[in-house]
């Protein structure tokens, strides 16, 4: 599969294990144009459509200071995908990729990232450009980019640790 819930010439399904190994939890909702995985970006864009993402209580007040970063990474749960292919065929041609070689939504954990244009805080929501997500995708996390974070805690030694020595 990958776009919607075939199975596609040489891929290959596994039986997955029961989902037990962490619990999350769900800490907002993202609401996009897109209804129809058909329709959806295969990639956000920077100079894509406006969309928002609302932060459910307890979890507002952890919003402050957001708006001092232009992006932001973004985590979400692409809970419309399958989970069980270990090979893909991305262009349905019979040639098929392993699941952690692509970025594609069908994998044992469907997490999807995107690094977001950060437009608008308005209270509990986000609006951002970016996303690449079916509307009312569920939000896992959202974090500063990593290019513009600078760590507000002092340095530790393994942040001056380089080269080999390791296990
Ligand atoms: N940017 C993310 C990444 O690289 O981790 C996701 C990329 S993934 C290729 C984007 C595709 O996932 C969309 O084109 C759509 O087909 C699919 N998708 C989006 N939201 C989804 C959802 N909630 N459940 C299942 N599939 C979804």
Redesign the pocket.
């Known amino acids: 599969m990958?776009?919607e819930n075939e199975i596609r010439d040489n891929e290959v399904a596994v039986e997955p294990p029961t989902a037990s190994d962490a619990g999350l939890t769900f800490i907002g909702r993202i609401s996009t144009p897109?209804t129809s995985?058909m329709e959806?970006?295969?990639?956000?864009r920077h100079d894509g459509p406006l969309c928002r993402i609302e932060i459910f209580d307890p979890w507002v007040p952890a919003l402050t200071g957001v708006e001092a970063f232009e992006r932001l990474e973004i985590l979400?749960?692409?809970?419309?995908?399958r989970r069980d292919l270990v090979l893909q065929s991305p262009a349905s041609n019979g040639k098929v990729h392993g699941t952690f070689s692509l970025?594609?939504?069908v994998r044992p954990n469907?997490?999807?990232?995107?690094i977001v244009k950060l437009e608008a805080v308005e209270g509990a929501v986000l609006l951002v450009r970016g996303l690449?997500?079916?509307d009312?995708?569920p939000l896992l996390d959202l974090k500063p980019d990593r290019t513009l974070f600078k760590p507000i805690a002092p340095p530790q030694p393994g942040d001056f640790q380089t080269g080999d020595g390791g296990t």
């Open positions: 990958v776009r897109w995985r959806t970006p295969r990639q956000g979400y749960w692409l809970d419309r995908s970025r594609s939504p469907p997490i999807g990232t995107s690449d997500c079916l009312g995708t």
